[in-house]
């Protein structure tokens, strides 16, 4: 029947393909997992009907059988009574019942058939489901960290971009150290050299001023009296 073979693609879907062909597995395992839940609650309704029509089945051969026995034993009963006409009218009824009967035991078999192929995919079904939920915060959670490495790896890149710009302010640095060197080497350069007599006679020019200054200070002590 339809529903088998196509309900028999679900059991057979592999959930880690479908994954690995996902750009978001995260947003994918919910999508896959809300189409499942969703297929499920199909398949619950045709497997309830597959069942519902096996036990029809059942319930006909199970009356037929009971048909059959009914229509032997007055097969019997009229046999004991001596009237074997009655007796051939119960088997020949009996007969016909059982002819019908083969028919509904096929019918049955087919139905008891489909019935353990729909309980089998429902079952399957359920498993898979169940085997999701518990994938999918493990699946969410590598997803999460995986991201937050894509984002450390970045911040990794801007950190050695930044690298490069420290470096590259160390060596303007040092440039501008150098180039303050040279400029003060030329200042240097540049000043009148030392003339070390004028230093000495600027020496000696002091030693003067401070003898005539104690010259003057012992003359008003002595004017002052204070000499003594």
């Known amino acids: 029947m339809g529903i088998l073979s196509r309900f028999g ?27 499942l839940t969703e297929d499920l609650a199909q398949v ?17 051969v199970e009356e037929n059988e009971k048909e059959v026995a009914k229509y032997t ?10 009237n074997e006409d009655d007796a051939r009218v119960f088997l020949a009824k009996k007969q016909e019942i059982e002819e019908a ?4 035991q096929t019918a049955y078999a087919a ?17 898979d489901i169940n085997a999701l939920n518990r994938r999918r ?11 937050t490495q894509e984002r450390i790896n970045k911040l990794g890149d801007v950190a050695e971009k930044t690298q490069g710009s420290i470096s590259a302010f160390e060596r303007m640095e ?12 030329m200042a240097e350069l540049d000043s009148q050299p030392v003339d070390e007599a004028q230093a000495l006679e600027e020496k000696y020019k002091q ?17 002052l009296g204070l000499d003594k």
């Open 9 to 35: 693609e679900i059991i057979s879907a592999n959930i880690n393909a479908l994954l690995d062909k996902a750009e978001d597995p995260a947003k994918m395992v919910d999508q896959y997992l809300r189409k």
């Open 44 to 60: 619950k309704r045709e497997t309830a009907g597959v069942m519902a029509e096996e036990s029809r089945t059942k319930r006909l």
């Open 73 to 82: 034993e007055l097969a019997k009963k009229a046999l004991l009574a001596g």
């Open 101 to 104: 009967g083969v028919s509904l």
């Open 111 to 127: 139905a008891h058939e489909n019935a353990v192929k729909m309980r089998q995919l429902h079952d399957k079904l359920v498993r």
């Open 137 to 147: 915060q493990a699946i969410k959670a590598k997803v999460a960290v995986a991201r």
């Open 174 to 185: 040092e440039k501008a150290d150098r180039m303050l060197d040279v400029a003060n080497a």
């Open 207 to 223: 030693a003067d001023v401070n003898a005539s200054v104690e010259d003057e200070l012992a003359a008003l002590k002595k004017q």
